[in-house]
């Protein structure tokens, strides 16, 4: 390969890698982060139209595996969003979520995958801006990481699941 075909796939590299438009799925629970991604859209806040939401009653219903089959599936990124810690209409629910993302992490970590592809925030129903600037920053973040490059090949058992 000569060198002026080099400097052209390069530059075409960074060309697909500009238009990289990152797919963010983001689960909220039913009671306060979905409120609070429903009111970022009444009060018509500005975010990315890079997030598709799925509605659970609790942000503890979020097992680990959904956000790796999400990823395995194609999504760039995954936001996890729940009620504030004590605000849990399901009295311990944020926190089991919060448990199980740090299992989510090391999982992440043992599979090669950057962890600033998965976060978890808490939202109430009163927080639209909150919701929407984290929606933009994740889709700025996941921009800069590039698409994601986890494969099915990459969980051939759940066994590196186990703790």
């Known amino acids: 390969m000569s060198e002026v075909e080099s400097v052209q796939r390069a530059g075409e ?3 697909d890698i500009a238009s990289f438009d990152p797919r ?12 609070g991604a429903d009111l970022a859209g009444t009060s018509r806040l500005q975010h990315p139209p890079n997030a ?4 659970t009653m609790c942000s503890g219903r979020i097992d680990p595996i959904f956000v ?8 760039d990124g995954v936001i996890v969003t729940g009620c504030h810690p004590g605000d849990c209409h399901y009295v311990k629910g944020n926190f089991r979520a919060e448990k199980r993302f740090h299992f989510l ?3 992440l970590k043992k599979l090669g995958v950057e962890e600033d ?7 109430s129903a009163g927080e639209g801006e909150k919701f929407s600037l984290l929606v933009k920053d994740m ?6 990481l590039g698409p994601s490059s986890f494969k099915p090949s990459k969980i051939k058992s759940m066994e590196v699941l186990t703790p």
């Open 117 to 123: 592809r998965v976060r978890l925030a808490w939202i």
């Open 13 to 15: 590299a960074k060309a």
């Open 52 to 55: 598709r939401i799925i509605r």
């Open 105 to 107: 992490k090391m999982a």
């Open 139 to 144: 889709v700025n973040r996941v921009k800069e």
């Open 68 to 75: 790796l089959e999400a990823l395995r599936d194609g999504a």
């Open 24 to 35: 963010i799925l983001v689960f909220t629970c039913n009671w306060c982060s979905y409120a």
